[in-house]
């Protein structure tokens, strides 16, 4: 639930996390941009419901399988957003990639092309964060198969 409620405090213009960086969200400019922001809406939506179907009694009446399914993509999904996430910091910062893994510079990606510390711990603080939920969507995966058993 704070993680998707920190996903929409962001969309609404919440800077919190990210320092100083002069862009925090990326403008829908397209329907391609408009689909994928809606997607991730959805999935932040799934995201809050699938740890309190674990955990509230309505929940056992939901298929586990989907439960399971649903955690280990979440899982899956997060773990690789904030392993790439840190990889193309550390890339960037220690110029063995100047344009990191996604082929953009820290001016397309913060708006500033060259972001203080504060902003570059904050928003590789965002990116454990993912890697930490991704770590815990798993682990609920795996713990939820055992205890079926």
Not at 42 to 54: C, K, R, S, T
Not at 55 to 65: E, F, R, V
Not at 70 to 79: F, P, Q
Request: aromatic share 14%.
């Amino acid at each position: 639930m704070l993680f998707a409620g920190f996903h929409v405090y962001w969309e609404l213009g919440g800077q919190f996390g990210f320092g100083d960086a002069s862009v925090t969200t990326p403008k829908a400019d397209s329907f391609a941009d408009w689909a994928f922001t809606v997607a991730l809406g959805v999935m932040f939506i799934i995201g809050a419901v699938v740890p309190l179907a674990f955990s509230m009694p309505w929940g056992a009446k939901l298929p586990g399988w989907t439960l399971v399914t649903c955690s280990w993509i979440g899982g899956v999904l997060l773990t690789l957003r904030g392993l790439s996430g840190l990889l193309d910091t550390a890339l960037r910062s220690t110029g063995l990639a100047h344009n990191g893994l996604t082929g953009m510079t820290y001016q397309h990606t913060l708006g500033d092309a060259h972001p203080s510390a504060y902003t570059l711990w904050s928003t590789s603080s965002i990116d454990a964060y993912f890697l930490i939920g991704g770590i815990l969507f798993c682990t609920v995966a795996v713990a939820d198969r055992r205890a079926r058993r």
